[in-house]
């Protein structure tokens, strides 16, 4: 039985789908103004973790993932390049697209752009107006009077009388208190005419937040099962998301039996580098282009679901390689055993039952690949049938997470991107070389070649009628 740790109720919860068998999902995407970090990489890689185990569970699961391509620091970057907003946003979808494909992971089902759903912004807008929860300012700026909503703060936990407006947002001229925040943007003389659109108020653009509300309820409807988005995004973007939606939907008098915008929130932990959180601000952050030039894309995915996803990353170099020895461990157990076929997964079988309790405890990936290390050492104890089957489970429950499913043999092979040693060329003339020497019975000289691979990360294995195998450190 699955439970989510819920962000709203601060506790483990059954998950329940509001319709039996399907589950409806938003995550909050990306600012496409600049090439995806390692951070970003973080909650890629954690909701489709979610979305496979979900759909490994048995569940048909709807997956939407937002791109913001209308924003402050979209505009200003443009402004800086002397180019139209869409040819910035559109090069940086791609690179986007190029990165999560590199790491190998699924597309979501719908990917909606905040430019593309301005017309159910301004009716959602218009309905919070309607419901005297927004006004305009003498600005021209539309706001959300927070102060209105008595439920608000109840994803934070935040009172309204402990929350500092100094720490979110800078108060405008057109606000009637500190704590309310901007749905739409009045346009400024100085903005280029393709950040600006016709609303009853007057030309202008949305807040960032009315942009997840109004896309998430579009696709999903006003009431679904998951939110998702990294931890930094649950105050005061998601708190506001929920203000807005329910505003939108139900007023000031939210009842307590009216459903609520969504049942699960799920947040992934921060990057940290040298124990500080990863940030542009700090110059500390790493783009999923630049560690991809030096870390197998695999690798970087078991690095991420090592950690619990709640849990903050220390990232570094030298846990990357951790990984990759924790990696190089599974796929050793599948080599030398021919056609490793994937098995089915019967949670009669006390490894699969093992694993699925750890993924159902709100997917709990260090546990469950706790797991696989332990059926791997099985593995290799075991022999003949036994063996062959162990290994195909090995291969099945790995493969829910997204891991070894490649040619064992290649993978460690592979090693470091950026491993500046022998070619596998080489390593194959050093071996040859090897062969040769012990045949001519210089021991001294084959036992030198040996020696000097493994100073230069290559491991070599002899194998029953003078095969010898290798594999990267």
Request: proline share 4%; net charge negative; with cysteine.
């Amino acid at each position: 039985m699955l439970q989510i740790y819920n962000t709203l109720s601060r506790s483990k919860q059954v998950f329940k789908p509001i319709v039996p068998g399907k589950v409806k999902m938003y995550v909050c995407g990306m600012t496409v103004y600049d090439f995806c970090h390692i951070g970003h990489a973080r909650v890629m890689i954690v909701f489709d973790m979610v979305v496979r185990w979900l759909r490994a569970s048995g569940y048909e699961v709807q997956y939407v993932r937002n791109i913001t391509d209308i924003d402050d620091k979209i505009i200003k970057r443009a402004l800086e390049n002397s180019e139209p907003i869409s040819a910035l946003t559109n090069r940086f979808i791609d690179a986007m697209h190029a990165d999560s494909d590199e790491l190998g992971l699924m597309h979501p089902d719908q990917e909606p752009r905040a430019t593309d759903y301005i017309r159910q912004m301004q009716g959602m807008i218009g309905k919070l107006i309607e419901n005297e929860l927004a006004y305009q300012g003498e600005d021209g700026d539309v706001n959300f009077a927070v102060r209105l909503l008595p439920q608000y703060g109840q994803l934070s936990g935040k009172t309204l009388d402990e929350l500092n407006a100094g720490e979110r947002v800078a108060i405008g001229g057109g606000k009637r208190d500190p704590l309310d925040f901007v749905l739409w943007k009045s346009a400024k003389p100085e903005e280029p005419t393709d950040t600006r659109w016709n609303s009853p108020w007057g030309e202008g653009r949305p807040g960032w937040h009315i942009e997840c509300s109004a896309m998430s309820c579009d696709l999903l409807g006003a009431h679904f099962d998951i939110h998702g988005g990294g931890a930094d995004l649950q105050f005061p973007h998601h708190e506001n998301e929920i203000a807005q939606s329910e505003g939108a939907l139900y007023g000031q008098n939210r009842q307590e039996n009216d459903a609520p915008f969504v049942n699960y929130w799920m947040h992934n932990g921060h990057i940290r580098v040298n124990e500080e959180k990863m940030s542009k601000s700090l110059g500390n952050f790493f783009l999923i282009r630049d560690v991809l030039k030096s870390f197998d894309p695999e690798v970087v995915r078991f690095f991420m679901l090592k950690a619990h996803y709640r849990s903050p990353i220390n990232y570094s170099d030298a846990q990357l390689e951790e990984a990759r020895s924790g990696l190089t461990r599974l796929y050793t157990a599948l080599t030398h055993i021919p056609e490793v076929d994937t098995v089915p997964i019967d949670l009669q079988n006390p490894w699969a039952k093992r694993f699925a309790d750890a993924m159902n405890d709100d997917f709990n990936t260090p546990e469950a690949i706790a797991v696989l290390f332990d059926l791997a050492s099985e593995v290799n104890r075991a022999q003949g049938a036994e063996k062959q089957m162990l290994a195909g489970l090995l291969k099945s429950l790995g493969g829910t997470l997204n891991f070894l499913q490649r040619d064992p043999t290649n993978f460690l092979q592979a090693g470091s991107k950026d491993q500046s040693g022998l070619s596998s060329e080489q390593i194959e003339e050093h071996i040859a070389a090897r062969v040769a020497a012990k045949q001519a019975k210089d021991f001294a000289k084959a036992d030198g070649i040996r020696k000097a691979l493994l100073e230069q990360g290559v491991v070599l294995e002899d194998k029953p009628g003078g095969i010898t195998e290798w594999r990267r450190a």
